[in-house]
């Protein structure tokens, strides 16, 4: 089983959509929990951390569920400029303090 | 966050021969990693980059392939040595942000080995 599984996508959906991306994650001890955006040929960059009482920055929401190991991210009112790789991104922790990264979700938004 | 600079951005090499790729911070940070990339995957870490102490090298990743160096808090260099085509890859820099936890990616070294 993978450390840290995403949905593999692509998504693609129309400007003005809701959009939604879910992960999970193996390590019950992990303490840390992140979404990265990766645009084509570029690095990742930080889009938000993620918190046990879930957060919002404009049009994104992040859950987490420890309980499950779960951790989502909600975007609304898709932009085209939305469109890129969404990474899911763990800290561990016991012994294992690295980030682990998800494979990635791809998002298309089209007109 | 700290705003990273990596050099080259780009290289093609040829097999059996040695790349350095040098990673600056802005900034005095404790923590700096290394990533390789490969075409269509995400990122694995290849190693932190402790600075005064000799790098940890995650399972598969060994000094003699991927020395590096930390002369101090503001720089780093990740060499790949003997390249063969498997080698091709992007390899990415961060350093620690604020907190322990969250990095900040330089923009890559983009490898082609032929």
């Known amino acids: 089983r993978k450390e840290v599984e995403q949905d593999p996508g692509p998504f693609n959906v129309p400007e003005g959509a809701t959009v939604a991306f879910n992960c999970t994650y193996s390590?019950?001890?992990?303490?840390?929990f992140f979404w990265y955006r990766q645009d084509c040929r570029k690095e990742p960059k930080l889009l938000m951390s993620?918190?046990?009482s879930g957060n919002e920055d404009g049009r994104f929401t992040a859950q987490l569920n420890r309980a499950s190991q779960y951790i989502s991210l909600l975007i609304r009112d898709s932009k085209l400029s939305d469109s890129a790789t969404y990474l899911c991104v763990v800290w561990g922790s016991g012994g294992y303090n690295k980030l682990i990264f998800g494979a990635g979700t791809r998002l298309a938004v089209h007109p | 966050s700290a705003v990273i600079s990596q050099k080259p951005s780009r290289d093609i090499c040829q097999r059996g021969t040695s790349l350095t790729i040098q990673c600056q911070v802005d900034s005095q940070v404790t923590m700096m990693f290394w990533y390789r990339q490969q075409p269509g995957q995400s990122l694995t870490l290849i190693a932190t980059?402790?600075?005064?102490?000799?790098?940890?090298?995650e399972s598969g990743f060994v000094i003699d392939k991927f020395p590096i160096s930390r002369p101090n808090l503001t720089f780093s260099t990740l060499t790949v040595s003997n390249m063969s085509p498997e080698d091709s890859s992007i390899y990415l820099c961060?350093?620690?942000?604020?907190?322990?936890?969250?990095?900040?990616f330089g923009p890559g070294t983009r490898l082609t080995v032929t």
């Open positions: 961060s350093a620690e942000g604020g907190r322990d936890d969250e990095q900040y």
């Open positions: 390590n019950s001890a992990s303490q840390s």
């Open positions: 993620v918190y046990s």
């Open positions: 980059a402790n600075q005064g102490s000799e790098a940890t090298y």
